[in-house]
């Protein structure tokens, strides 16, 4: 399971999800990527779900980078707990996730087979995505 090894503060308030990614918005390693389109928090599980199964899709052809890192630690309260008494223990490590953000990218290996590959990683997330591929260098000029 993905997580920091240290951490200057145990717990995290959660924040706001607004606006779009601004950092990790292009498909800079491989040739296909898969790309949010909503907001949410990825756990370190489905991190893992949907990197296994790109990998069991490739079947050791082409490479993978995984673009995003759990490192926003998610705090729960224990069941049947009365309100009070402080806030929760840490349960498990999210990244936050806004609009644009490459979540994966795939090299090395043909568009059908990577089309495939990242199709079965989006239905281990619990947000929109789309597959996306590099846009060729001289397109714009």
């Known amino acids: 399971m993905l997580m920091p090894k240290r951490v200057k503060y145990r717990k995290q308030m959660r924040g706001r999800m ?5 950092r990790g918005v292009d498909v800079n390693f491989g040739d296909y990527g898969l790309k949010a389109l909503d907001c949410g928090y990825m756990t370190a ?9 790109i990998v069991h899709e490739l ?16 705090t729960k309260r224990a069941a049947e707990t ?12 999210v ?3 806004r609009p644009g953000r490459i979540l994966f990218e795939v090299g090395g290996t043909d568009a059908e087979s990577a089309n495939k590959a990242l199709t079965r990683a989006r239905y281990k997330l619990g947000f929109k995505t789309k597959i996306v591929a590099r846009e060729t260098m001289g397109e714009g000029s």
Do not use: N
Request: charged share 40%; glycine share 12%; no cysteine.
């Open 59 to 74: 079947k050791r052809r082409g490479k993978i980078w995984v673009r995003v890192f759990p490192d926003k630690p998610y």
């Open 18 to 22: 607004k606006g779009k990614a601004s």
């Open 82 to 93: 009365r309100m009070g008494k402080g806030k929760g223990a840490v349960d498990h490590w």
């Open 45 to 53: 599980r489905q991190i893992e779900a949907a990197r296994r199964a």
């Open 95 to 97: 990244a936050v996730i």
